[in-house]
């Protein structure tokens, strides 16, 4: 601990260990955005509802405005920069833009950062109805969704299950 109630939070940034100081209460979206400079993960709501600020956590779908810094110790986060190589993301980028799926993009980073992980669990390419599911917590103000979901079926039929290099857009 040191002064002030800040501590040390050592854990896994986009592959890199980070030792992040963590103030009291300070959530992991405070760590990244604030201590580890990747504003790539937006703030909204501060509340879970709006799904923003999705990034993975050990792997799966988390919103980092709801866990406490302190909480992630030994846990590895992968952000929207840490999907710069993601073949899947590369695609649903593709087919977003093509869809007219970005508009003001405050949204998008962790729509992209949620259906790479749909796309990395599933065997299957989602129908819409599945991609509508799955985003149930992603809140875009500006699309009306109908491009978000549009795009993200074409992407899974482009990159889910398949060898996605030799899959031409
Ligand atoms: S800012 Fe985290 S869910 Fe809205
Ligand atoms: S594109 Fe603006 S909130 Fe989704």
Redesign the pocket.
Known sequence: MTGGGVAPVDLTVNGEPLTLLAGPGATLLDLLRSRAQLTGSKQGCNSGVCGVCTVLVDGKTARACLMLAADCAGRTVVTIEGLDDDPHAAVLGEEMAKAGA???????PGIVVALTDLFRRTAVPPDAAAVRHWLGGNI????GYVSIVEAAVRAGQRSVGADIEARAP
């Open positions: 970005v508009q003001c993009g405050y949204c998008t875009c103000r500006c699309t």
